[in-house]
């Protein structure tokens, strides 16, 4: 093969355009799948973690309670158990909640900051602090969390 044709190929490999719409997360889907999570942790309700969180041995979170990272969605279900989650939920003794939302949609990911509160909203001094939540579309083209990362502030 000739020079000028390996230019050539190369110069028509970077001129196809990419379709970057194809995968791309709305705000809507992002919106809706952050308070599906905020279903969860109001309902306890341990069978939610399959519509929310990706379902592949990839998952990543870590906790603010426990150390270590945790991976696979297998290893996310004990996790939650020992939270007190169950099947078929029940109701909580204190609330979860996110506040100062920030999404950064990168096309195929989002990237979900907030502020995250554990407590009764009258609390002075609720527990508290970071979270981010990283969004991926799956091969079913469904939008799941692939990744979330939780610190504490007190």
Known sequence: MKLT???LIIGLISCTP???TKNSISEEES???IDRWLELWASYDIDLLGEIFWNNPALTY???EKEGLIRGFENLIPHHEGFGFVSGGKVPEKSLWLEALD???HGDVVVVNAI???GNRSELNPQNGPVTFVLVRTDDQLVRIA???FANYN
């Open 147 to 149: 990744h979330t990362h």
């Open 103 to 105: 999404f950064t949609n």
């Open 116 to 118: 995250w509160f554990f």
């Open 31 to 33: 919106s809706k799948l």
């Open 62 to 64: 870590f906790s603010s």
């Open 18 to 20: 990419i379709d970057q």
């Open 5 to 7: 044709s390996v230019i």
